[in-house]
């Protein structure tokens, strides 16, 4: 599966983006997706997931409550909205999609990532 990755831009803190990641798989729905960070510097961190199966979402502590993850199957698309925007949240996001029935937080487990989408919010 190919993703790409949009949405991206320079907000201020306390702002607002919402990432795109549009698949071209025709199983997207059979997909485990989740989105990534990595800031200048720093190893690629986890930041939310969805499973296949409309399970709960899966969010790391330090974006829990400020960012929903969604998607659309009929769109072959994932969204990360992102709310209450902080400097630290500043990073170059991907997506990612599994086929694993526990893809988990572990970039390992995410075989097909997009290209990325920079997030720069400035104080």
């Known amino acids: 599966v190919q993703l790409q990755a949009s949405g991206g831009g320079s907000v201020q803190t306390g702002g607002s983006l919402r990432l795109s990641c549009a698949a071209s798989?025709?199983?997207?729905?059979?997909?485990?997706m989740g989105w990534f960070r990595q800031a200048p510097g720093k190893e690629r961190e986890f930041v939310c997931a969805?499973?296949?199966?409309?399970?709960?979402?899966n969010y790391a502590d330090s974006v829990k409550g400020r960012f929903t993850i969604s998607r659309d199957n009929a769109k072959a698309t994932v969204y990360l909205q992102m709310n209450s925007l902080k400097p630290e949240d500043t990073a170059i996001y991907y997506c990612?999609?599994?086929?694993?029935?526990?893809?988990?937080?572990?970039?390992?487990?995410?075989?097909?990532w997009g290209q990325g989408t920079l997030v720069t919010v400035s104080s």
């Open positions: 969805v499973s296949w199966s409309l399970g709960p979402a």
């Open positions: 798989a025709r199983t997207f729905s059979t997909y485990n």
């Open positions: 990612a999609a599994s086929r694993k029935i526990s893809a988990g937080r572990d970039p390992i487990g995410y075989a097909y």
